[in-house]
Nanobody, 124 residues
Framework: QVQLVESGGGLVQAGGSLRLSCAAS????????MGWFRQVPGKEREFVAA???????YYPDSVKGRFTISRDNAKTTVYLQMNTLKPEDTAVYYC??????????????????WGQGTQVTVSS
């Protein structure tokens, strides 16, 4: 089992920045690919960013150039640096971990473990 705990959410004005953290514990010795997703009530979960065990990163066009995913050297914490935030970035942000070989890292169904989520609110 892997436990994931997100932190760093909050309220920020449009154009501002936030950095989310996701701390992993438990059976983290096994290589994991990590992802960030977000969800607004009534809408489908949306892929935000992912980083493989070998530190290859992926982003959708909606956040490319504004968001950066990274992980620490111990590979137990993943970060999501969010810059130039927009009101449409408002959502609950979740981190996720997956250890199986991946064919589509942007698909939520790939991931085995999820955090509890952290709210990000961007005011206009």
């Amino acid at each position: 089992q892997v436990q994931l705990v997100e932190s760093g959410g909050g309220l920020v004005q449009a154009g501002g920045s936030l950095r989310l953290s996701c701390a992993a514990s438990g059976r983290t010795v096994r290589p994991h690919n990590m992802g960030w997703f977000r969800q607004v009530p009534g809408k489908e979960r949306e892929f935000v960013a992912a980083i493989t065990w070998s530190s290859i990163t992926y982003y959708p066009d909606s956040v490319k150039g504004r968001f950066t995913i990274s992980r620490d050297n111990a590979k137990t914490t993943v970060y999501l640096q969010m810059n130039t935030l927009k009101p449409e970035d408002t959502a609950v942000y979740y981190c996720a971990a997956g250890a199986r070989p991946v064919t589509d890292i942007s698909r939520g169904g790939y991931y085995d473990y999820w955090g509890q989520g952290t709210q990000v609110t961007v005011s206009s």
